[in-house]
C-alpha cells in the first residue's frame, strides 16, 4: 500500500485536514498512453485487501492489460481517518467528510501523481458505487466508462435509516463511546457486534436461513454464522472511522442538492448499472429508475443468491457475477 500526499487538504464544508494523505494500491502498469487506467474505490468498511480478489490475471481486471488503482477512502484508517489524525482533529474531533471529498482526492492522486487524463472506468459497489457516481457527475471528461454494482447516485430513504440505524446507533449508544474519546476500538466492541447482529438481520436473504448456504461457508449453526461473519467483520473496525464512512453515505448526492435526474442526465460516461436479485440496501427497481435518468445506460439485474452480499465474493457463483458485470462494463 502507497500513500499520497495532499497536504492541507480543503473540504467541502470549509474544514482542512493538516497533512492530509490518501492510501492506495496498484496492480498492473500505465501504459505509455496513460488510458489503460481503472479506479475502483473501496466500500464501507471496507479496504484494498477486500477488493483484490476482482483483480488477477484472465479475470475483467487483468493487470496484464489495466492499471488498477485501488483507492482508500477518507475514515478508512489508512487514508486520513480519526483513528490516524493528530490533535486537534483526532478521533471523535475528525471533520465530517463528504463523498465529493473522497472523489477530490482521487482525482488529485490519477493527475498530479499518475499524470493520467482519461479513466477507462471507475466502478465500484456500496459506497463505492456512490464515489463512482460523484465521480462521473463530477469529471464527466475524466471517466470514459463508469459501472455501479449493487449502488446508487444517493442512499434511498430505507438505506438511510439502515445508515443511522444499523452503524451509527449501536456505536453512539455505547456506554463506552465516550463522544468518540474512547481510549482504544475494543472498548466500543458491544456497540460493534451489535451492528453485527442488526447487518445479519437485514443483509443477507433470507435463503441464507435455510438450506446450507451458512453449512457452505463453515458456520454450523445460525449463531456460529453472526458471530463467525458479521461480528467477525465489525470488531476489527474502529468506531469513529465507521461513523465517519456512514456519515459521509448518508449526504451522498451527485446532484449537491439539485435535480437528480438532471445531474445524472449530464452523465456522459459509458455506464454500466448491474443490481442484484434480493438487495435490500440498492434494490433492482431503484436502480433500472437511475439508468432510465442516465443518457445510454445499460442497465441488468443478476440474479445471485447473496443479495448484497455478493460483493463479497462468498461463492463461486457470485465472484462469477462480480467478474462478469465488470467485464460488462470494459466492454462498454
Known sequence: MDTFELGNFRLANGYTIPNARLAY???GTLNATRDNAVVFPNFLGGNDAALEMY????????PNKYFVILPGQFGNGFSSSPSNTPPPFDRGAFPPIAIADDVIAQHRLITEHFG?????LVLGWSVGALQTYEWAARFPDVVTRMASIAGAPRPSPWTLHWLRTVIEEPIVTDPAWSNGFY???SDVQAGLRRQGHCMALTLPPLAYYHGDLMQRLGFGSVQDFVRGFFEGFMVGQDPNNLLIQARKALTADPAHGGSLPEALGQITAKTTIVAFTGDVMFPPQDNELDA???????YREATTISGHLTTFGLFPEDRQAVDDAIREALAA
Open 116 to 120: 493520467i487524463e482519461r479513466l477507462a
Open 25 to 27: 494500491t496498484t496492480h
Open 55 to 62: 483483480v488477477g490475471e484472465g479475470m475483467a481486471l487483468d
Open 292 to 298: 432510465r435518468n442516465i443518457p445510454g445506460a445499460h
Open 183 to 185: 481510549a482504544q476500538a
